[in-house]
């Protein structure tokens, strides 16, 4: 089991997908088991046992579990009985657990990544690459990847790892290679270094960690959610009776997994979606106001999928810093936009937050994901926020990048700004939060001192286990 | 406008790459539309020399070069007005198909207004326009009205408002018309001349028919066009919305009335295109002969003009300019003009391949770049290990 770490942009994901045959090297050579290869599509690479599963899944919800792994590769085994037989033989022999006739809608996470192994399994790969497979899961799903991988690798297949959660790397790798820059700078063994050692190595500089110093905790409340309920089209509650109070210079993290209603808590918060109950930011009553007006007031937003709701992929950098801000100084006067004073404030932001380009007319799509979230860090903490609603501000993002947007994040706390910030990075919650909740099936179930709190208490709060040392029903 | 001490900021560097990929695809689909043309003329056995010849108009006189001129110039300004209309909702992602049935309606309710009341002339011709201008928007608002309030697919909807359209303005001019008209040729009341916009002489050119005068119109309507969307919050709302739609609500837009918006203003500038004809030429009325088809038209053009107004003229006068050259083609290389026709479609369809290829080389060659400038910019050196309250937050050496 061979794992790759590097930063954002670093060239892992290149790598990877030359190895998959979905872009040709310039130059260089792939062998695999001794023979040399090359590849001008994935179809190359699985032809010689190289499959690839994607960090984003590739299934159809709609379809069972048979039909998704046999789309595409009917020609192997039909789509009916036989493939089945193929797949529970598969299954049961890496242990994946996977049972072919379920619904994908209704599986878990963890099952959709055990499907989707078990799709390259189908199609005969000696060789799986794996890209962030531990970026969806929570601890415990993550034990049991790691079960199945090392079943994998028992049964004499090679997995390559890519990751930036480099205890895990360490857990798990036989090998490590770390990658900056496009290069490989360290080929390492995992007895010979610790995570600390292999992040210095990753950003070629020493380690940041997410921890908040003195409280800066205020009694004025900025932020206040009560009662808030929503229900979705089949008439479930994503969200039911929500109340939350964020004060100034207050970080409340929301930790939960994946689905539990933290995008629709986010949507109502902003006005994108209409719930019941009252939303008060500095006391006013802001229930009834549209999504700009709430802005105009002050919130500051970085969404959780910054390609569909935080930028203008196609629009060069200047215009994202407009985006969300377009009606605000310096990016307009009136009903004017004022073009010169937003490409100012531009280049200010780029060069304040660190943004690696060569200039603000670079189109946002070329920025590699962790310049991308710099950028919308600093145009949300732009114009004096009093709130700032955090999605997964790291997530995807390199070990630099993260360590700034921390640091930005930490700064603004200490200015006095509240912070509502959602993640699925528990270290990173328990690290910057002050206060701590826990979301589960819509509701707020429990709170944590981010003091005493553990991932493994986090976690296993997540899932609606036992809660130690937690105040039960804080959110009732 | 710019003053002096602020010239030299405003002063970019011309991207020569860039106007090289933005001229790469019209060229491109120019060369190809004519290979495509060329080669259904040889299986065709036509004389591929003689109709190059006539499309270019090598063998014709001064007088009927000068006459083409003209009439691609006021071809063009209407071409000009539905392309523009079509692209306001090209910009947000929405088809406007019905810019056709927009201006039918709207050119009929002008003819008809226009020539029942009696204004002094500046007033009576704005009277025409404006009024030309609400019923585009209107009939265009109940698509948009359909969109927001129940989700209709603008694209249905305004089809069937083509059709409704066609059949409403069929029955209204027999109802204008009255007993004046023949059933052959049914017509609305003649403009007086107070409501007629005299044409423009071109003074080098050797024919006696005249420029719209309108022309200036459609001119003030592209630069109108590029301020709204290039230089106003509500134009970048539009931009947003069109780029991405989930973007654009996280920014604050509220996408239904942006909808609303840009349909009506489509509405109104599709409204215009019948008007230059008929303020501007004989028989100055609605008849049953007015021009149709122009919506379908501007669909085509304002996907060649790429939504530019530059481009949409350029389009424009290209698009004029094959209709006016297929006429001689006929009696010149006894060749039927449908060909032009061909010509046309082959350039609509090789233009968009085109620039869905220039925009994706654009995509790679930008990111290349910023691969390629990022050890630069890096170059002030690595975070400075301060640990967790380290450097980070200060400024990294910048790249002059």
């Not at chain 1, 995992?190 to 070629?204: F, K, N, T, Y």
């Not at chain 2, 025409?128 to 009205?145: C, D, E, Q, S, Y």
């Not at chain 2, 509405?267 to 008849?287: C, Q, S």
């Not at chain 2, 350039?347 to 620039?355: K, N, P, T």
């Amino acid at each position: 089991m061979h794992a790759v770490v590097g930063e954002n942009g670093a060239g892992k994901s290149t790598l990877m997908k030359i190895l998959y045959g979905m872009q040709r090297p310039d130059e260089g050579t792939i062998s695999v088991e001794g023979r040399e290869v090359s590849f001008s599509s994935p179809a190359d690479a699985i032809g010689v046992g190289v499959g690839m599963v994607h960090q984003h899944f590739m299934l159809a919800d709609n379809l069972t579990v048979l039909e998704n792994v046999v789309l595409g590769a009917e020609k192997l085994h039909g789509i009916g009985d036989k493939a089945r037989r193929r797949i529970s033989e598969l299954s049961a022999a890496y242990g994946l657990d996977v049972r072919p006739d379920r619904l994908v809608e209704d599986l878990g996470v963890g099952d959709r990544q055990r499907v989707e192994i078990l799709k390259v399994l189908y199609r005969g790969a000696r060789t799986i690459i794996l890209d962030e497979p531990t970026a969806v899961l929570v601890p415990q799903e993550v034990d049991e990847l790691f079960a199945n991988l090392r079943e994998l690798k028992a049964e004499g297949l090679t997995v390559v790892f890519i990751s930036h959660k480099l205890d895990e790397v360490l857990a798990v790798a036989d090998e490590i290679t770390v990658i900056r820059r496009g290069t490989t700078v360290a080929s390492v063994l995992p007895g010979e270094v610790d995570s600390r050692r292999l992040a210095e190595l990753m950003v070629g500089s020493e380690l940041p960690s997410p921890e908040t110093r003195e409280s800066t905790v205020t009694d004025r409340p900025v932020l206040q959610v009560e009662g808030m309920t929503l229900h979705g089209a089949d008439g479930r509650a994503q969200l039911e009776d929500v109340t939350l109070t964020v004060h100034a210079g207050e970080i409340v993290g929301i930790a939960g997994v994946e689905g539990n209603g933290q995008s629709e808590l986010v949507e109502c918060i902003l006005g994108m979606r209409a719930a019941t109950g009252t939303v008060r930011l500095s006391g006013e009553d802001v229930s009834t106001w549209s999504t700009r007006r709430r802005r105009e007031a002050g919130v500051a937003y970085v969404p959780e999928d910054r390609h569909r709701q935080g930028l203008l992929l196609e629009s060069p950098l200047w215009e994202n810093r407009m985006l969300g801000h377009q009606t605000q100084r310096p990016n307009a006067r009136g009903p004017l936009l004022d073009r010169r004073a937003a490409r100012a404030d531009t280049a200010r932001i780029v060069q304040e937050n660190d943004v690696r380009t060569p200039g603000i007319d670079v189109l946002a799509s070329a920025l590699s994901g962790g310049n991308q979230q710099k950028l919308i860090i600093g145009r949300e903490l732009s114009g004096d926020p009093v709130l700032l609603v955090a999605s997964h501000p790291t997530r995807g993002v390199d070990v630099g990048a993260q360590a700034h947007i921390w640091e930005s994040i930490r700064q603004a706390r200490a200015a006095g700004l509240a912070v509502l910030l959602i993640s699925a990075d528990l270290e990173e919650l328990i690290g910057l939060s002050d206060t701590l909740r826990v979301i589960l099936r819509g509701r707020l179930v429990c709170e944590l001192d981010p003091r005493t709190a553990t991932p493994e208490s986090l976690g296993s709060a997540m899932t609606g286990a036992a809660l130690p040392g937690a105040s039960e029903g804080a959110g009732r | 406008m710019s003053s002096g001490t602020s010239a030299p900021r405003t002063v970019r560097r011309v991207d020569w790459r860039a106007v090289a990929a933005g001229l790469a695809a019209p060229v491109l689909a120019l060369v190809i539309a004519i290979l495509v043309t060329s080669l259904v003329l040889v299986v065709a056995s036509d004389p591929v020399g003689k109709v190059w010849e006539t499309l270019l108009l090598v063998d014709a006189t001064d007088a009927q070069r000068s006459r083409a001129v003209v009439n691609m110039l006021n071809s063009a300004t209407t071409y000009y007005f539905a392309a523009l209309a079509v692209a306001v909702g090209f910009r947000m992602n929405l088809f406007n198909i019905g810019v056709e049935g927009q201006y039918r309606l709207a050119a009929f309710c002008a003819a008809y207004i226009g020539a029942a009341v009696s204004l002094p002339a500046p007033l009576h011709v704005a009277l025409i326009v404006v009024v030309a201008m609400a019923v585009g928007a209107m009939w265009a608002g109940v698509a948009a009205l359909l969109k927001a309030t129940r989700g209709v697919s603008e694209v249905i909807s305004t089809i069937m408002l083509n059709s409704i359209a066609t059949a409403l303005v069929a029955f209204l001019l027999r109802k204008a018309a009255g007993d004046q008209g023949s059933s052959l040729n049914l017509s609305t009341d003649q403009l007086p001349a107070s409501g007629r916009v005299p044409g423009i002489e071109l003074g080098f050119l050797d024919t006696p028919i005249r420029v719209y005068g309108l022309v200036v119109l459609a001119a003030v309507a592209g630069l109108l066009y590029w301020l709204l969307l290039e230089r106003t919050r509500f134009g970048f709302d539009l931009r947003a919305t069109g780029m991405s739609e989930s973007a654009a609500v996280a920014s604050g837009v509220n996408v239904k009335k942006m909808v609303v918006a840009a349909m009506l203003i489509s509405g109104a500038v599709a409204g215009l295109v019948g008007i230059p004809a008929l303020v501007g030429e004989d028989p100055y009325a609605y008849t049953l002969t007015f021009q149709s088809g122009l919506g379908f038209t501007g669909i085509a053009i304002a996907l060649l003009g790429r939504n530019s107004p530059i481009g949409i003229a350029i389009g424009a006068l290209l698009w004029a300019y094959l209709d006016v050259a297929a006429n001689r083609l006929q009696i010149q290389a006894g060749v039927s003009n449908e060909i032009v026709t061909i010509m046309q479609g082959t350039i609509v369809l090789s233009v968009v391949v085109a620039y869905e290829l220039v925009r994706r080389y654009r995509v790679v060659s930008e990111q290349r770049r910023v691969a390629a400038a990022e050890p630069l910019a890096a170059g002030g050196g690595p975070v400075g290990g301060g640990g967790p309250s380290g450097g980070t937050g200060t400024a990294q050496g910048v790249p002059a």
